[in-house]
């Protein structure tokens, strides 16, 4: 099988492409959204309480709701 | 064993084992995607019938299938969290919901994809995929709730509940869909019926749902994380984990 | 006090004569969903054609698809007035069974909502050319659906209850758990109009009232403490 051929997919390569492509990029916009989420959550609490330790409690009522 | 599990249901000691295990989930879902997808690409034989654009099938019934099975274990985890109390369970359940509604999405969007040059027409009114567009609504409306009260308590208790009574009027809705679509005999055709499945077509779908649910582990105990973080930024040690892990 | 069993029900019979005299009161309130179900109903013709065949075939589906949403619309009327003068937090923590006082106000409900949905739903019925039958099968699936309408839209009530947007919110907790409802409703009425029997159809819809009628003040009362705690 060419590689062309291959990604003709019989005629069906809008279909079968567009699913799988739009597939990827969800699963992939939603690892990142997770990641990021997961880096600026650390940030924050680093602001909070990793600058001095054993002052968090001090900083805890500055901090923003979530 | 039980002693393990008891341990495990608090968060200050789930959030490091969950952080150990999210990154092994994560390779097992993308080799079991990359067997997958070999499998479905250049084991799997054309359809007779569908040609090449049954290939959809190989994301679209995975897809699927993981938006009920993770609208089961999210109303299993609500349900644990309202009778025993336990945060963790409610931590879990609102974790999973907006992965649950993406492969919704994605099943529905495949689903179009694929109805288009089998039916010809994007959207047909087939009892699953009017299932798989009620299942949508229960997300949506799981994760509006949630983002509408803002007491942390009362949000993860009041959607516990509606993930309950979700899971409970699933099957009701679901028969009474099938009953409608049944009375409307339109132009739908099965999408499963006609050709019998090739055994590689049937491994390789089986291979992409494992990749499919090894994927929503690693994610969902990624955000399962950031859940216990948020709620408890208040205890001591989420400060040492803060001041480690930021280093 | 009293809690034997016919205690525990003119209990629920209280609640019920209280929110009737107050719905009384505010007549307005149970005239607008009244209008709304009307309007509704009376704007698809404009929409989709004055063809008496078409029309009598979607009658069904409009009708009941209507019935939701002026039911959905009153929902917010449910607990909000006893949630904001304290009265509800009485009912909590009153030795009367909170389920049975849910009994009593989604019975109130029905009442001033349900019921005048059902006496003028003929009437609308036979602007769409709806024969005798299907007139009486409409009116017998609404008579027996509207209960479920109120019975799970007071779970959605009790859930988004103080919340801002609750209106909105509860549409799309409650819509997708009325479908069941709608179907056999609709389907009941499309079955006699074509000349067929509706039996399995009103069984099926009488099994939902049944189930929402053992369950749903339960899951209610159950999601009000939640709300209210």
């Known amino acids: 099988m060419s590689l062309t051929e291959f990604f003709s997919m019989g005629g069906y390569a809008f279909y079968v492409w567009g699913s799988y492509a739009v597939t990827a990029l969800l699963m992939l916009i939603e690892v990142i959204l997770v990641v990021r989420r997961r880096r600026t959550l650390l940030d924050r609490l680093g602001r909070i309480h990793g600058a001095a330790h054993g002052a968090w409690r001090d900083g805890a009522g500055n901090e923003t709701q979530t | 064993m039980a002693l393990n599990w008891f341990k495990y249901s608090s968060p200050a000691s789930f959030y490091p084992l969950a952080g150990r295990l999210a990154p092994w989930f994560g390779v097992a879902a993308a080799l079991l995607t990359l067997t997958g997808l070999y499998l479905g690409f250049f084991v799997a034989p054309t359809d007779y019938k569908q040609g090449e654009a049954y290939r959809i099938i190989f994301i679209h019934v995975p897809a699927a299938w993981m938006s009920m099975f993770i609208y089961l274990v999210m109303a299993f985890y609500a349900g644990l969290g309202l009778v025993f109390n336990t945060r963790l369970s409610a931590f879990m359940a609102r974790a999973l919901a907006p992965t649950g509604a993406l492969f919704t999405f994605i099943s529905l969007w495949t689903g179009a994809l694929w109805g288009k040059p089998m039916w010809g027409a994007w959207w047909v009114w087939d009892a699953r995929l009017t299932s798989e567009l009620i299942l949508l609504f229960l997300y949506l409306g799981f994760i509006s709730l949630q983002a509408a009260i803002e007491d942390p308590r009362r949000a993860a208790r009041a959607s516990g509940l509606l993930a309950l009574i979700g899971a409970v009027n699933v099957p009701i809705i679901y028969f009474s869909v099938q009953w409608w679509n049944t009375l409307h005999q339109g132009a739908s055709i099965s999408m499963s019926q006609g050709s019998a499945m090739a055994a590689t077509m049937l491994t390789a779908m089986l291979v992409m749902t494992l990749a499919f649910w090894m994927y929503t582990i690693a994610v969902v105990l990624t955000r399962v994380r950031c859940e216990i973080l948020e709620r408890e930024r208040h205890s001591e040690w989420v400060a040492e984990v803060a001041s480690r892990e930021t280093r | ?229």
């Open chain 3, 1 to 229: 006090m009293e809690m034997s069993g016919i205690g525990l029900l003119s209990g629920t019979r209280n609640i019920l004569a209280r929110d009737l005299t107050l719905a009384g009161r505010r007549i307005t309130d149970v005239l607008t969903t009244l209008f709304f179900f009307v309007i509704v109903v009376s704007l698809f013709p404009l929409g989709v054609g004055p063809e008496m065949n078409t029309l009598r075939m979607i009658a069904p589906g409009i009708l009941w698809v209507a019935a939701l949403l002026a039911t959905m619309l009153s929902l917010g009327r449910l607990f909000t007035a006893d949630y904001i003068d304290g009265t509800l937090e009485q009912m909590l923590l009153s030795p009367q069974p909170l389920s049975l006082i849910v009994l009593g106000k989604v019975a109130a409900h029905w009442l001033v909502t349900g019921a005048p949905l059902v006496l003028m739903s003929p009437l609308l019925g036979l602007q769409f050319g709806l024969g005798g039958a299907a007139l009486g099968v409409l009116m017998l699936t609404l008579l027996i659906g509207t209960p479920v309408l109120s019975l799970v839209g007071a779970m959605g009530a009790a859930l988004t209850l103080g919340l801002r947007g609750g209106g909105a919110l509860i549409s799309l907790l409650v819509l997708p758990l009325y479908i069941p409802v709608l179907i056999f409703g609709a389907g009941a009425v499309e079955a006699v109009a074509s000349g067929l029997e509706a039996g399995a159809h009103l069984s099926l819809l009488g099994a939902l009232l049944v189930l929402a009628l053992c369950f749903g003040p339960w899951v209610t009362a159950a999601a009000l403490r939640i709300s209210l705690e």
